[in-house]
């Protein structure tokens, strides 16, 4: 089935990238994974989003962006993307099911997922205390003591809203200083239930048949001691999802893809937008810029090359 857009990912670029070409009225599918919303849809609460003054549930902003391009046209579908392929113009789509697609052009909205800290009984607690979630799974957590690792406004927005259910929250992070947000880091600052354990890297995630502790040692002393905690949120950053790209498009050392001020890739016809682009600030506000950008530029590559 030949489609004008196809995006892939279903996070507020592809969703804004989705409206517009469905307003264009360009035949458009938006492919996604899991959920469409993508990372937004598992935030608690949005408030740096322009147009709600009280802030708004993720979800709910999500669900507002899908219904609103679903209004317009946008076809969605659930589904994995295993491989592109280009052809002349056209662009072939495979999915891990076996399904294919076809498309004038495509926008990559693929976002990124949470990076591992690779350390001892990650793997192993995944699901029984340790997490990366923690709108998912922060109400298993009633009274109980729990541990976020990071520094940058995830961890600290996460462990602001942990503190709802948790005993105590403990962010531990690798130096003295947080990267987070100003107004996040003095809500932090503020909230009686947090505590800091500073200059301190976890070094392994123990326990039974659920996570009883975490071993944490501190850079400056190398002083190692295990810390009481049932849950282990992990907030260090993300990875972009670009492992199925390489080798179709330009990406950077860290494997974000490389575009130009319109969003196109190094494959023409092919449009990034979002987390994944090289050099995002990873916003909700500027990933619907960025689908903004693409649709009116894949729109504009449409008209011609076809
Ligand atoms: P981030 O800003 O990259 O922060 C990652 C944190 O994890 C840093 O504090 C980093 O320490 C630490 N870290 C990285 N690798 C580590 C390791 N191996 N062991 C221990 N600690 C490690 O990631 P993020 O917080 O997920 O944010 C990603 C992007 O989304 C950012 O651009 C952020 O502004 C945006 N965001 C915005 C909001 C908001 O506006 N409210 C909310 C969430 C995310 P160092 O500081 O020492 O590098």
Redesign the pocket.
């Known amino acids: 089935m030949l489609f004008e857009v196809l995006i892939i990912g279903g996070g507020p670029g592809g969703l804004t990238a989705g409206l517009y070409t469905s307003r264009a009225r360009l035949s458009s599918l938006l492919i996604e994974k899991a959920i469409p919303g993508g990372q937004v849809a598992t935030i608690e609460w949005v ?2 989003y322009p147009g709600f003054d009280e802030g708004v549930a993720g979800f709910d902003l999500s669900q507002k962006m899908e219904n609103q391009a679903k209004k317009f046209g946008l076809e969605i579908i659930q589904g994995d993307v295993s491989d592109i392929k280009v052809e002349g113009n056209i662009k072939k789509v495979s999915l891990e099911d076996g399904q294919t697609f076809e498309a004038k052009s495509i926008i990559l909205a693929v976002g990124a997922s949470p ?1 591992l ?1 690779n350390i001892e009984g990650e793997t192993k607690y995944r699901g029984k205390g340790v997490s990366y979630c923690a709108t998912c799974d922060g109400a298993f957590f009633r009274d109980k003591k729990i541990a976020v ?7 600290i ?1 996460e462990a602001i809203f942990l503190t709802r259910f948790a005993e105590v929250v403990y962010i531990v ?3 003295d200083e ?4 100003k107004v ?1 880091q003095e809500r932090a600052f503020s909230n009686p239930k947090i505590k800091f354990i500073w200059n301190s ?1 976890p070094e392994k995630i123990d326990g039974a048949d659920t996570v009883e502790s975490l071993h944490v040692k501190n850079v400056k002393t190398g002083e190692a001691a295990p810390l009481e905690v049932q849950g282990v949120f992990i ?4 990875n972009p999802s670009t492992e199925f790209l390489k080798g179709l498009v330009r990406l950077d050392e860290q494997s974000y893809i490389i575009t130009d001020d319109n969003m196109a890739t190094s494959a023409p016809g092919i449009f990034a937008v979002g987390d994944v682009r090289s050099g995002s ?3 909700i506000s500027t990933a619907t810029g960025d689908g903004t950008v693409a649709a009116i530029n894949a729109e504009k590559y449409i008209e011609e090359n076809f």
């Open positions: 408030e740096n990076r800290l690792i990071g520094g940058g406004s995830s961890a927005q992070h690798r130096r947080l990267r987070a947000e996040l890297v907030y260090i950053g993300y600030v990873k916003q």
